[in-house]
Nanobody
Framework: QVQLVESGGGLVQAGGSLRLSCAAS????????MGWFRQAPGNERELVAG???????NYADAVKGRFTISRDNAKNTVYLQMNRLKPEDTAVYYC?????????WGQGTQVTVSS
């Protein structure tokens, strides 16, 4: 079983920055994928960014050039640096990990961007 604990959400003005963190613990295989999804009210949960244990990354088109995903394998922690935030980035952000053929989710952290 894997547990994920997120931190770093909050309220920020448009154009500002936030950094999300997510620490994983439990049964984690060395080969895994960690990432961030988000869900705005009335919308489906969508991928924001992902990163493999080898360091390969992928991003949603809406965040390319503004968000950066990174990880510390020694700490089983993934980060999401969000710059030039826009009101449409407002959502609950969920951390996720795929390891050993299973997926786990964090509890979510609210990000609100005011115009």
């Amino acid at each position: 079983q894997v547990q994920l604990v997120e931190s770093g959400g909050g309220l920020v003005q448009a154009g500002g920055s936030l950094r999300l963190s997510c620490a994983a613990s439990g049964s984690i295989f060395s080969i895994n994928i960690m990432g961030w999804f988000r869900q705005a009210p009335g919308n489906e949960r969508e991928l924001v960014a992902g990163i493999s244990s080898g360091g390969s990354t992928n991003y949603a088109d809406a965040v390319k050039g503004r968000f950066t995903i990174s990880r510390d394998n020694a700490k089983n922690t993934v980060y999401l640096q969000m710059n030039r935030l826009k009101p449409e980035d407002t959502a609950v952000y969920y951390c996720t990990i795929v390891t050993g053929g299973t997926r786990a989710w964090g509890q979510g952290t609210q990000v609100t961007v005011s115009s």
